[in-house]
């Protein structure tokens, strides 16, 4: 009988992460950093089980079966299928924040639920495109690398908060590029510093689409802008082509506070929240 592990206040239920393209009919098999996580951190030995995910969406029970210096391989015992995800898609189209802001950000919405990230430039966004600039330093990482770091934070926030999706996060790009996008989704929402933008309990669309069986509202994209807002024309671009404006409230947020803000809250509506 395999020796299974006993979950204790020192040891936390965790999952661990495994390329989808190193998933079999059977079998899978852990490399690199998270394989030697789980062989000389927490010393796991053959015939235990851990559960690991892939990222799309599939939990494995595994039964560990061999192991490497740097690999783990194991008999996959049992599949679930969107284990603790939302029943909606939910993008975030986010203005790019400074320095580690954004790593903020990417973690925090992930571990929410957000199901993926577009990082915007708009009209006031302070990031130039095609580089993204260290805060209080002179050099600069190309958004390659960045996407890179953000791809490994949301790795381990997914696995934090026992989520089986991994966030897309998609390439930098311009707000216009955004725009043609918008009608893509069964609803978009825009978040709105000028008067006259509604609460989301006022946003008579989405109690319209609540009322609606909950598999019609597959997928929503919220929008939110840098501290400055959107600019006139970019709401106004937005709004004719069927984003509602929404407003967060009285108060000025920081852009990646906004944007954690707005995920929660529609995911609340939503009733996957509270």
């Not at 690991?52 to 969406?57: E, I, K, Q």
């Not at 008999?75 to 603790?84: C, Y």
């Not at 929402?189 to 019609?216: H, M, N, V």
């Given at each position: 009988m395999a020796n299974l592990k006993v979950c204790t206040p020192n040891n936390m239920i965790t999952n661990f992460y495994v390329n989808p393209?190193?998933?079999?009919?059977?079998?899978?098999?852990?490399?690199?950093?998270?394989?030697?996580?789980?062989?000389?951190?927490?010393?796991?030995?053959?015939?235990?089980?851990?559960?690991?995910?892939?990222?799309?969406?599939?939990?494995?029970?595994?039964?560990?079966?061999?192991?490497?210096?740097?690999?783990?391989?194991?008999?996959?015992?049992?599949?679930?299928?969107?284990?603790?995800?939302?029943?909606?898609?939910?993008t975030l189209a986010q203005a790019i924040c400074k320095g580690l802001r954004m790593d903020f950000l990417i973690e925090k919405t992930t571990?929410?639920?957000?199901?993926?990230?577009?990082?915007?430039?708009?009209?006031?966004?302070?990031?130039?495109?095609?580089?993204?600039?260290?805060?209080?330093?002179?050099?600069?990482?190309?958004?390659?690398r960045k996407m890179g770091r953000w791809k490994r934070l949301a790795i381990a926030s997914m696995k934090q908060s026992l989520r089986s999706i991994l966030p897309d996060i998609q390439h930098p790009t311009k707000f216009d590029d955004l725009l043609?996008?918008?009608?893509?989704?069964?609803?978009?929402?825009?978040?709105?510093?000028?008067?006259?933008?509604?609460?989301?309990?006022?946003?008579?669309e989405l109690k319209k689409r609540l009322r609606s069986p909950k598999d019609s509202l597959r997928h929503v994209l919220i929008m939110v802008g840098p501290e400055a807002g959107f600019s006139k024309d970019e709401l106004s671009k937005a709004k004719a082509l069927g984003a509602i404006p929404i407003t967060l409230g009285t108060r000025r947020l920081r852009t990646?506070?906004?944007?954690?803000?707005?995920?929660?809250?529609?995911?609340?509506?939503?009733?996957?929240?509270?």
């Amino acid at each position: 009988m395999a020796n299974l592990k006993v979950c204790t206040p020192n040891n936390m239920i965790t999952n661990f992460y495994v390329n989808p393209e190193n998933v079999g009919k059977d079998n899978l098999k852990i490399v690199g950093e998270e394989a030697k996580h789980i062989l000389t951190v927490l010393r796991y030995q053959k015939g235990e089980t851990i559960d690991v995910v892939d990222g799309c969406g599939v939990k494995y029970k595994v039964l560990i079966q061999d192991l490497g210096n740097e690999y783990v391989e194991g008999k996959i015992l049992l599949k679930i299928r969107r284990e603790n995800e939302p029943i909606a898609h939910l993008t975030l189209a986010q203005a790019i924040c400074k320095g580690l802001r954004m790593d903020f950000l990417i973690e925090k919405t992930t571990e929410i639920g957000v199901s993926s990230i577009i990082p915007i430039l708009t009209e006031k966004s302070v990031v130039k495109v095609g580089k993204i600039a260290e805060e209080n330093s002179s050099t600069t990482l190309s958004a390659v690398r960045k996407m890179g770091r953000w791809k490994r934070l949301a790795i381990a926030s997914m696995k934090q908060s026992l989520r089986s999706i991994l966030p897309d996060i998609q390439h930098p790009t311009k707000f216009d590029d955004l725009l043609p996008k918008i009608k893509t989704f069964d609803l978009s929402l825009i978040a709105s510093l000028e008067k006259g933008a509604k609460s989301l309990r006022e946003c008579e669309e989405l109690k319209k689409r609540l009322r609606s069986p909950k598999d019609s509202l597959r997928h929503v994209l919220i929008m939110v802008g840098p501290e400055a807002g959107f600019s006139k024309d970019e709401l106004s671009k937005a709004k004719a082509l069927g984003a509602i404006p929404i407003t967060l409230g009285t108060r000025r947020l920081r852009t990646e506070t906004a944007g954690i803000v707005f995920s929660s809250l529609v995911l609340y509506e939503l009733e996957d929240l509270g």
